[in-house]
């Protein structure tokens, strides 16, 4: 069985900061890529960013240059770095992660319970 506990969410001021966490834990036996999504009220979930193993990062337009992704291998930890934010970053963040176990041979995909970010004055 895999976990994925994600931390580090909450209530900010537009143009605030927030660093979320993601540590994977379980039976592990590779981690592929790892990544955030958020769903805001009424609509779907998007992805936010995304990181390989190899450390390859892919951003949404609407944070590239305002999130920063990054992974500890060596934790099975993924961290979301968001500076500058804003109200439409609003949204519940779920963490990825396409894992490998004994239950399932091939990267299969797992996610966190969630963690609320709101940014408002």
């Known amino acids: 069985q895999v976990q994925l506990v994600e931390s580090g969410g909450g209530l900010v001021q537009p143009g605030g900061s927030l660093r979320l966490s993601c540590a994977a834990s379980?039976?592990?036996?590779?981690?592929?890529?790892m990544g955030w999504y958020r769903q805001a009220p009424g609509k779907q979930r998007e992805l936010v960013a995304v990181?390989?193993?190899?450390?390859?990062?892919n951003y949404a337009g609407s944070v590239k240059g305002r999130f920063t992704i990054s992974r500890d291998n060596a934790k099975n930890t993924v961290y979301l770095q968001m500076n500058s934010l804003q109200p439409e970053d609003t949204a519940v963040y779920y963490c990825?992660?396409?894992?490998?176990?004994?239950?399932?041979?091939?990267?299969?995909?797992?996610w966190g319970q969630g963690t609320q970010v709101t940014v408002s004055s």
């Open positions: 990181v390989t193993s190899g450390g390859i990062t």
């Open positions: 379980g039976s592990i036996l590779s981690i592929y890529d």
């Open positions: 990825n992660a396409k894992i490998k176990t004994n239950i399932h041979p091939r990267p299969y995909d797992y």
